[in-house]
């Protein structure tokens, strides 16, 4: 007998047989994938909406801090007004559900007005540190507000308090604050190279050490490496460069910072990065002053003059030169921050909107930028934002800003700077979170298999999978799959029991433990519980790829679809696998299947995610895969992929190119600088095909760049 699959949420199990009915030995049949016109339609045309909020809206509100805290609650604090250059200290609360502004009333220690400060979520309290006052002094004190209780509270710190600063970085590991670079009004306004970090379980300042100049810069710490990337430079030049600190090289560092592979990673608001600096800075006052506030000073503690030392352990950087998804940090506004072991980069528009404005993001362990999202399905051209905040489990980004109309009124009272919000589900694009995404560092996998990749039980449970029962595994269930073959025809109806064709070769057995799949599998623990015919003769059969049903059935012993060497699903099975996990409604798979399809796209696989892709609903790994064939046509329409696409799927595949769209021979696309997948007539030209660097002369021409050895895309130092 056969199921009929309800594409909209679950399968509907069918009706059970009567009591009377006679067992037999026929294989229960699961339904086959969706054809193209039965797609499921949940995560289609996915684009974030814009929320318009009510209340006490901020109103030309710069340099303050916007942080979520959790419970869809926004705080925003202090900042200065851009009309009337008054600073504030006052503490916003934007409700998302309500969609409503309110002004918190707050008590205790309240901390003078700044702005330029760095706010970081610590559990139920925002810890606050530096910034400039309304004189411009530069803040080196702590407070930390009670988000239940809406008290400030400023604790007795020990150690050598670091240096008074604005617009540095500030994240939060391992109970830990690291506070990065940024700017100080003492040696003529010095760009800080420093690093330090304040235990927040002894309450004391560690001493400091030198690391790189830079502000307006986002820092993080991930895989036990502090990180830096972006910023400004002394010449108020942005940079592309990143850099990292890895004290494990170092007895002393390491010792003293106790790093682990896990941990909480807790970032500051995302500010933009900026030309130039947004006021003029007169010379410090002579003595420390701390503007407006009720019972907190500020301390600007004890500055030798001598230079710190240079931080131990290793140090290195990266500087990305050209690519086709490295992002231009001189075009748009830019939002750093970090998420499930990427740095990302919110590429939005700022005057007018522009090819460059995108959703990038560079993957820590391999380098790569990849593009996750360009700027036209992200951002309405007709908004500007102005600050980025995401969760602590890095799912989900809020920018927020307002309609240019308002910013282009002019003049006090008007351009409310924070009337809108864009919520972006970072799981829709690719992004596992930092909850399911692995860390570099990891604990012993098993105690009994200490060699496996995989990690805990399932490197144990995966011994015992697929192994015949007469082996001692205890299997006593069999599931069977369609021998891979390929199939140029168009498609087929959905099998049903009995019309296995004696055309085909008989289907292959994968043996499982009935325990695992009920508890692992929520369709199959149904299907048990009506004791359906296969509860009888335990056999289940599966009309989908051996390979695939067979990667499907490790993942539910394993909970992993990683490759491990020659080990492990490969991009084909993981394909299979969306469309399975959209079909069986198991929202844990598909969103690992979308993470990995959409980091290991490749010319091999392209055609093949983008036909499961299709089948699945996810219309944002197909628009992205028919980007990639797109961009890559001629290599991909020679692969074994593309040649296996029924004739209907490589119908709709051709019909993704542009109605005026043409193929460029290499020749005339190496002309234009898109070879390899560059832009078409971009600024920094392409690189011939002898290494050296392409770019358009003023008439058109193509001018070669001669003496240039360096090697394209990045530089290491």
């Not at 820092?219 to 400004?232: A, H, L, Q």
Request: aromatic share 10%.
């Amino acid at each position: 007998m056969t199921t009929t699959p309800n594409f909209q949420h679950t399968l509907h199990v069918p009706t059970p047989p009567s009591a009377s009915s006679t067992h037999t030995e026929a294989t229960y049949l699961m339904p086959a994938s969706p054809s193209r016109d039965r797609r499921m339609s949940n995560n289609e045309n996915y684009k974030p909406k814009i929320i318009s909020t009510i209340g006490q809206r901020p109103a030309c509100l710069l340099s303050a801090s916007v942080t979520y805290v959790g419970n869809n609650e926004i705080y925003a604090f202090g900042g200065f007004d851009q009309y009337t250059d008054e600073v504030y200290n006052h503490v916003l609360r934007l409700n998302l559900d309500t969609r409503q502004w309110n002004l918190v009333d707050n008590y205790g220690d309240i901390p003078g007005v700044r702005m330029g400060h760095t706010a970081t979520l610590w559990g139920d309290k925002v810890l606050i540190f530096g910034g400039e006052n309304e004189h411009r002094a530069y803040l080196n004190d702590l407070i930390i507000f009670d988000i239940k209780t809406a008290h400030w509270h400023q604790p007795e710190i020990a150690g050598t308090i670091p240096r008074g600063r604005a617009r540095h970085a500030a994240t939060i590991f391992d109970d830990k604050l690291f506070i990065v670079g940024g700017l100080s009004g003492q040696d003529n306004n010095t760009i800080l190279d420093d690093f330090c970090y304040l235990d927040l379980k002894k309450w004391e300042w560690s001493r400091t050490w030198r690391f790189v100049p830079r502000f307006d810069h986002h820092s993080w710490v991930w895989g036990g490496r502090i990180w830096v990337f972006g910023g400004m430079t002394e010449g108020m030049e942005k940079v592309s460069d990143i850099w990292w600190l890895d004290p494990k090289q170092s007895p002393t560092l390491n010792g003293e910072m106790s790093f682990t592979s896990t941990g909480d990673r807790r970032t500051t608001t995302s500010r933009p990065m900026r030309t130039a600096a947004p006021y003029n800075i007169p010379p410090q006052a002579a003595t420390p002053y701390a503007a407006n506030s009720s019972s907190v000073q500020t301390n600007q503690g004890i500055y030798s003059g001598r230079k710190a030392p240079m931080a131990p352990g290793s140090i290195s950087s990266l500087n990305f030169v050209a690519g086709p998804n490295i992002p231009s940090q001189t075009t748009g506004t830019h939002f750093h921050t970090f998420s499930s072991g990427y740095l990302l980069d919110f590429v939005t528009p700022t005057l007018a909107p522009t090819f460059d404005n995108s959703l990038c993001a560079l993957e820590l362990e391999t380098m790569r930028w990849e593009k996750l999202a360009d700027g036209r399905d992200l951002f309405d051209p007709s908004y500007r934002w102005h600050y980025c905040t995401l969760n602590q489990e890095g799912t989900c980004a809020w920018l927020l800003g307002c309609p240019r109309e308002n910013m282009n009124r002019g003049g006090p009272g008007h351009g409310e700077y924070l009337s809108d919000v864009l919520c972006v589900d970072l799981r829709k694009l690719g992004l596992l979170g930092n909850n399911l995404a692995t860390d570099t560092q990891r604990m012993p996998t098993s105690d009994t298999h200490d060699k496996s990749p995989l990690s805990g039980i399932g490197a144990d449970l995966a011994r015992m999978f697929d192994r015949a029962p007469e082996t001692g595994s205890g299997t006593d269930f069999i599931v069977t799959a369609d021998v891979d073959l390929s199939d140029d025809d168009e498609d087929e109806p959905d099998m049903v029991e009995g019309d296995i064709s004696n055309s085909r070769p008989p289907p292959k057995s994968i043996y499982v433990h009935r325990l695992i799949l009920e508890a692992r599998w929520p369709h199959f623990a149904r299907m048990i519980a009506s004791q359906m015919a296969e509860f009888h003769s335990k056999k289940l059969h599966i009309p989908e790829p051996y390979t695939v049903v067979r990667a499907f059935l490790h993942y539910l012993y394993t909970d992993s679809i990683s490759c491990y060497g020659t080990e492990g699903p490969t991009l084909d099975d993981v394909a299979g696998m969306l469309v399975m996990s959209n079909l069986y409604d198991m929202p844990r798979l598909r969103l690992l299947c979308r993470a990995r399809l959409g980091r290991e796209l490749d010319v091999e696989h392209a055609a093949n995610i983008w036909e499961r892709a299709g089948q699945a609903g996810e219309e944002w790994l197909k628009r992205r895969a028919a980007r990639f064939c797109l961009t890559f046509w001629g290599r991909v329409v020679r692969t074994a992929g593309f040649r296996n696409l029924r004739k209907s799927a490589m119908t709709e595949l051709c019909g993704e190119i542009d109605q005026e769209g043409r193929v460029l021979g290499a020749e005339e696309l190496e002309s234009v600088g898109g070879l390899g997948g560059a832009r078409f007539g971009g600024m920094y030209g392409g690189m011939s095909r002898d290494g050296r660097m392409r770019r358009l002369g003023s008439v058109g021409t193509v001018a070669e760049d001669e003496g240039n050895d360096d090697d394209e895309g990045m530089e290491l130092s």
